[in-house]
């Protein structure tokens, strides 16, 4: 019986190889398809126009970058990927990169250089308007939101690469507004505004990180939408062999790009093994009853610097050196330890309220950093000075700043501002030097200061402190004589001089 099934087996007839012309064949079946039933039903008349007019140079393209750009820096400066994400929606880069793609994949030169020009108008724009608006704010500090928009690496450019691929698809197909908006504009506003943070305040650093993000993207979009119109069938009045020249420069642009972006993504996979190995070897010095916050790890420094605070109930004398041995032996590199111990109980839950002790107080004292900050920049804002011309006392609590004459503004405005200023900071001392302007004049009533005379000395008094200088004070000697006398009590420098008038005139002695 086996023997006859193995004799049938034998006349089956045994299956060959695929030929290559069925592989051939099968490829040509395919094309065939995708050029009936995908390409021929595109209208690639309708596409073309639409991209053509919305590709363009117009007031509302200029408009929608300068919001989109104003709602990104602002997004940055606060931190708030919420606020980034509504800069992202707008998109107004979107149309003119797209129509870049479509004119190269039809060889149109003058529908390309008019997209190059919206573009340069675009990104200049954007970019001098953040750096504007970076410029007049308080907040110039480089935000966890900035700070991810320095550093672009090879999955950046696979992010581009899958939204170009899905605004492509999407414009042809006439569906823009369902995927464009997220796909393409994702990738370039908010790096462009970092660029413009980089500018204002002259980091160079975020200005060449944040730049070399923004082109990678846009050229990733541009040419891989260009790939996609000529995917779809968008035919190019260039000939064959600049067609072949074509696509081999634009595999080429994705190669040079990749090839940076490679390192870049493999620096930052090894930083980021690199904080695994630093925190494993930190917990593992001072075993299971220590806290550790999270260390610190300056990778741009020679050596490598570690910095970490750790509550632990015994203290361990040779920590630091103990712990940069076995870090050099793992990452291969120099490395400097410096751990600060707090010793604590040995309570299991000591060293956890001795961390959230100190994380409060350090909370604490950055509110109160954030409150002196604010203080400073709110003094030279009044005062009329820049920032570094304000004198802060932390130990006493004082803020001091000598005002410039401003213009329409009397001795009693710059005392008002000063108590403003002062309300705000319970605590604190505000002193406001005033410029020396003209004093008033004491008037009297039944021989005594009146309403107006009151509030005129009080000011006397108030801009004699602030400035140092000395009060010359004229008229008759049974009104001068006491107002001197109150004054200089007050710790007014005064000189009385006798004159004539039913009022006493003040002035400075030096002017």
Known sequence: MTDVAAAAGNDSPKRG??????????????????????????????????????????????????????????????????????????SPLMNPIIGTGFALATGDAQWLRRCARALAVG???????????????????VTSEIAARTRPNLFDLLVALFSALAGGYAV?????????????????????????????????????????????????????????????????????????????????????????????????????NGQRVVNQE??????????????????DTDPVNVTASVFTPEFRTNANTEIA???????????AVNIDQYRVGTDPGAAEQAALAQARAKEQAEANERQISGLGDRMALVAGIGRDEVMIDRENRRVMATARQLPGLTLGGYRELERRVSSDVPGWTVLLRPPSLTLPSITFEDGTPDEDGAKALALIAWAARRTGNTVVLSGADRDANPIGEQLAKSGVSVRVETGRGPEVRASWAIQ
């Open 172 to 272: 042809i197909r006439g569906r823009e507004g369902t995927i464009v908006g997220v796909a393409i504009a994702t990738a370039l506003m908010p790096p462009l505004a970092v660029v413009g943070f980089g500018l204002a305040t002259m980091n160079w650093t975020v200005f060449f990180g944040a730049l070399g993000l923004f082109v990678t993207n846009f050229v990733t979009i541009a040419l891989t939408a260009a790939v996609m119109a000529r995917f779809y069938g968008y035919r190019s009045g260039l000939s064959e062999r600049q067609s072949r020249v074509q696509s081999l420069a634009i595999v080429a642009v994705f190669i040079a790009l990749a090839i940076p972006l490679g390192f870049s993504l493999r620096t930052i996979a090894w930083e980021a």
């Open 123 to 141: 990104c200049g724009l954007a970019v001098l308007f953040c750096a504007l608006i970076v410029v007049s704010s308080p907040l110039q500090t």
């Open 282 to 299: 930190v917990k593992a010095a001072f075993g299971a009853k220590a806290r550790v916050d999270q260390p610190v790890v300056s990778w």
């Open 17 to 90: 190889p695929i030929s290559k012309y069925t592989i051939l064949r099968a490829f040509a079946e395919m094309r065939a398809w995708w050029q009936e039933e995908v390409v021929g039903q595109t209208n690639h008349a309708e596409t073309i126009a639409r991209v053509r007019d919305e590709s363009l140079l117009t007031t509302r393209y200029v408009f929608m970058i300068a919001m989109s750009a104003g709602i990104a820096i602002l997004g940055l400066l606060l931190s708030s990927p919420a606020v980034v994400i509504g800069a992202m929606l707008l």
């Open 325 to 335: 041995k076995r870090l050099e032996e793992r990452l291969g590199t120099p490395v």
